[in-house]
């Protein structure tokens, strides 16, 4: 993400949605591969509240990291101290009411159909080891109608909707204004404390 390149050395921190997926061990593996990955129910959203809590109380936390091979939760997690500035990232995280009550600033990013097709394609065969068969058949029939019944019904709760993703540079300076912005208060509250 492009807003991570510019504040890599800052306070800055991302918290991914997709880290979030359930534990599936208990289920055989023939049962996991049907798992719909773009469902809500598909993620254990409560832990990522829990979790983005605990940062937002300036805690630390243990990130799960989930292995898409074998479609279940890793047993290693990445610590994650807190950060002035959380990026919270995920197509469904406007979905959940108790996110968005969490977010200072909501934004949607619309991407076309066919886009976003391209870039699951170069995804999933370069990172999950899919054919383009399986991505293109997944697609069709789970993601692009998964998108419509549950994504693109949240672009209501942005504060800001944003064409063309991480190519729309304007939108990605007012976002980097505003982080610069929140970090500058930040470090101002650090010199009047001390």
């Given at each position: 993400?492009?807003?991570?390149?510019?504040?890599?050395?800052?306070?800055?921190?991302?918290?991914?949605?997709?880290?979030?997926?359930?534990?599936?061990?208990?289920?055989?593996?023939?049962?996991?591969?049907?798992?719909?990955?773009?469902?809500?129910?598909?993620?254990?959203?409560?832990?990522?509240?829990?979790?983005?809590?605990?940062?937002?109380?300036?805690?630390?936390?243990?990130?799960?990291?989930?292995?898409?091979?074998?479609?279940?939760?890793?047993?290693?997690?990445?610590?994650?101290?807190?950060?002035d500035v959380i990026i919270v990232e995920g197509i469904l995280i406007l979905e959940d009411p108790r996110l968005r009550?969490?977010?200072?600033?909501?934004?949607?990013?619309?991407?076309?159909?066919?886009?976003?097709?391209?870039?699951?394609?170069?995804?999933?065969?370069?990172?999950?080891?899919?054919?383009?068969?399986?991505?293109?058949?997944?697609?069709?029939?789970?993601?692009?109608?998964?998108?419509?019944?549950?994504i693109e019904p949240t672009k209501r709760y942005a504060d800001i909707i944003v064409p063309e993703g991480g190519y729309?540079?304007?939108?990605?300076?007012?976002?980097?204004?505003?982080?610069?912005?929140?970090?500058?208060?930040?470090?101002?509250?650090?010199?009047?404390?001390?």
């Open positions: 993400m492009k807003l991570m390149e510019i504040f890599a050395d800052l306070s800055v921190m991302m918290l991914q949605h997709d880290f979030y997926y359930k534990d599936q061990s208990h289920l055989p593996f023939e049962e996991r591969l049907k798992t719909n990955y773009d469902h809500p129910l598909a993620f254990d959203t409560d832990l990522f509240v829990a979790d983005l809590n605990r940062l937002l109380a300036g805690e630390a936390i243990d990130k799960p990291v989930y292995d898409f091979a074998n479609h279940t939760r890793s047993s290693e997690v990445i610590h994650q101290e807190s950060k009550d969490l977010m200072d600033i909501k934004v949607y990013v619309d991407t076309d159909d066919d886009i976003r097709l391209a870039r699951r394609i170069l995804r999933d065969i370069k990172e999950r080891g899919r054919s383009v068969e399986s991505v293109i058949n997944q697609y069709v029939d789970v993601v692009k109608p998964m998108h419509h019944q549950f729309n540079q304007v939108a990605i300076d007012l976002l980097a204004t505003k982080i610069h912005s929140i970090l500058q208060g930040k470090a101002l509250e650090a010199k009047q404390e001390a």
